[in-house]
């Protein structure tokens, strides 16, 4: 397994953007594919977005399509979540997460196996 480390978080207006990094250590940063999490308080973990091994394929949560993108660059080990049109309810703790294997998809929390320790992101009206 990698170990994670977020990075990136802080306050913002709402309208406003945020990049998020999740650095990984190891050297078989390519063989796992990616995501990202998020947890508000009083709520469950949810699916974010996910990222295949080679970054071709994506896919993300319906509240953050359009507005949220996420990338990967193998060669720094590391996974990003752009976040722009940042509203209220955008608001949580967010967390890298890895896991063997193809997909990279998977919304349920138990399916991934490593986690950053998290980022939090607070967005102000």
């Known amino acids: 397994q990698v170990q994670l480390v977020e990075s990136g978080g802080g306050l913002v207006q709402a309208g406003g953007s945020l990049r998020l990094s999740c650095a990984a250590s190891?050297?078989?940063?390519?063989?796992?594919?990616m995501g990202w999490f998020r947890q508000a308080p009083g709520k469950e973990r949810e699916f974010v977005a996910g990222?295949?091994?080679?970054?071709?394929?994506?896919d993300y949560a319906d509240s953050v399509k359009g507005r949220f993108t996420i990338a990967r660059d193998n060669a720094k080990n590391t996974v990003y979540l752009q976040m722009n049109s940042l509203k209220l309810e955008d608001t949580a703790v967010y967390y890298c997460?890895?896991?063997?294997?193809?997909?990279?998809?998977?919304?349920?929390?138990?399916?991934?196996?490593?986690w950053g320790q998290g980022t939090q992101v607070t967005v102000s009206s």
């Open positions: 990222i295949s091994r080679s970054g071709g394929s994506t």
């Open positions: 190891g050297r078989t940063f390519g063989s796992y594919v």
């Open positions: 997460a890895s896991r063997a294997g193809s997909i990279y998809n998977t919304a349920n929390a138990n399916n991934w196996g490593s």
